[in-house]
Each structure stands twice: as C-alpha cells, then as structure tokens.
C-alpha cells in the first residue's frame, strides 16, 4: 500500500486546525492566528505513530500528550480549570467531526478516490464536508447555550380563581412592564383561550412603543413554582403570545418581594 506522507501530513493538519480554531470560537478565547496553526503543526506529528512500533497504551500517552501539548501551545496554561476546558472541548469536537465523516464514509459514499466520496456520481470533498460538520457544531453549541439562557425564565404556574384551576407553561418577559394604573398591579399576559369564564375589566396601559386599552381578568391567585403565591395581579388577554409551549408572559414585578 503506498502513503502519501505529505498527504496524511495535509490532511492531519487541517483537521487539527480546524478543531482548534473551532474551539477558540466556542469558548470566545482571544488569541493570535499563529496559536492554532502552531498547535495544528504540533498536532501533525501523531503520524510519526506510523512508523514508530507502540504498544494499545503506549499510543493511548502519546495521543493525550500530544493533545495536551496541543492545548497548552494553543490556548496557553492560565490554570487547571481553564486548560482542562480547552482540552474537553478539544476531544469533544474531534469526536464529532471523525464520527461526521466516518457517517460520510459508511452511508453516504459508495467508494471514495483520495479526499472525495462519490456516491451515484455525486462528488462530496473531504475539507468541505469538515468545514460544514464544524459550522453544525458551532450552531448546535452556541444553540444549547442561548437555550441553557433562556431555561432559568420558564415557570410552571397554577393560576386559582374560585373552583377553578389553570396549569400554565409561564415565560419571564422582562420586556413586559405592564402595571394597572389604578391600584398599581402587575399585569401578566395569557393566551385567552386559556380563560375561560372569568369575569373581564378594561384596563388603559401606556408603554414606549404603544399605549390602549387591554382586556384583563382577576384570579384569586398565582402559584409560580420556585418563587411561591402572589395575589396581586391582573391577567391580560392576549392571543399573541407564540413561543412554543408557553401560553403566560410573566411581569417582572409579580416576582419581585
């Protein structure tokens, strides 16, 4: 079997790099361009493992040393905490490129010459098909934050007036400033199919944006879970309230005190 030595050498020094350079991104690490590059040279030396006889442990110290050598020439030692991160990430999206590309190489592509898979004459490159697994798992990661964000503001809530009983999915709208103007109450929003027959007010409100008349309801009171009972409050109607899952817009006063 012949070996392209300057091909394996490419090859391995993209994939570090771009693995690098992808985790600087995630993680909002601030550094020079040399710094991935540097640490991709470093990287490209586990091909000196094909000419070099290693036991299954041997290979396995070899490997993390160099990715710890990776890490550090990279990212620099600041302390334990910060250098255990890079490398966790490090491992965790060369992980998910090798299986992205194995996926390729197993269901996509009937055979491949050299960097490309064909597949019923449909040519996919093997740098392109990295550079799209790299922009997914940027997306995905920076997803998963925005959503960890967003968790600590949804509520479950149980809403009581009467014999009657309203479980809700709730979202904390710090945008929703509404207040009853005659006795100061905090007004949330709610899908009005959600009310049924509760009796109606009309309440004037006045924001930056807009200012009208906003159909409301009274409740006995409002179990928000994790905060407790709150009573003082007026329910608004609405029928554009349109995250998934979410029917209440909770105001930013009924959880304060």
Do not use: H, W
Request: one cysteine or more.
């Amino acid at each position: 079997m012949k070996v392209y030595l300057d091909v394996i050498f490419l090859i391995n020094f993209i994939f570090d790099f771009i693995v690098l350079l992808s985790v600087s991104i995630i993680l909002k690490r601030n550094m020079k361009i040399y710094r991935p590059i540097l640490g991709a040279l470093i990287g490209s030396f586990t091909m000196l493992m094909l000419f070099i006889r290693m036991t299954s442990l041997e290979l396995f110290l070899y490997k993390i040393l160099i990715s710890i050598i990776m890490t550090l020439v990279t990212f620099n030692y600041k302390n334990i905490r910060y250098t255990l991160k890079n490398l966790y990430y490090i491992y965790i999206i060369s992980i998910i490129i090798g299986g992205f590309l194995t996926f390729i190489n197993n269901s996509l592509s009937n055979y491949n010459e050299g960097l490309i898979f064909i597949n019923n004459n449909v040519k996919i490159n093997l740098f392109v098909s990295i550079l799209i697994s790299i922009i997914l798992i940027i997306n995905y990661i920076r997803q998963t934050s925005n959503l960890k964000t967003d968790y600590n503001k949804f509520y479950k809530v149980k809403i009581y007036s009467g014999n009657e009983l309203i479980t809700l999915n709730a979202f904390l709208d710090t945008g929703n400033k509404l207040i009853d103007p005659y006795k100061r109450r905090p007004i949330i929003l709610v899908n009005e199919e959600k009310i049924e027959s509760f009796d109606c007010i009309y309440v004037p409100y006045n924001t930056i944006s807009s200012s009208g008349i906003i159909r409301c309801v009274r409740a006995d009171k409002i179990y928000i879970d994790g905060i407790g009972y709150k009573r003082k409050f007026l329910i608004g109607l609405t029928n554009k309230i349109s995250m998934d899952g979410v029917d209440c817009i909770l105001n930013e006063r009924l959880l304060e005190g």
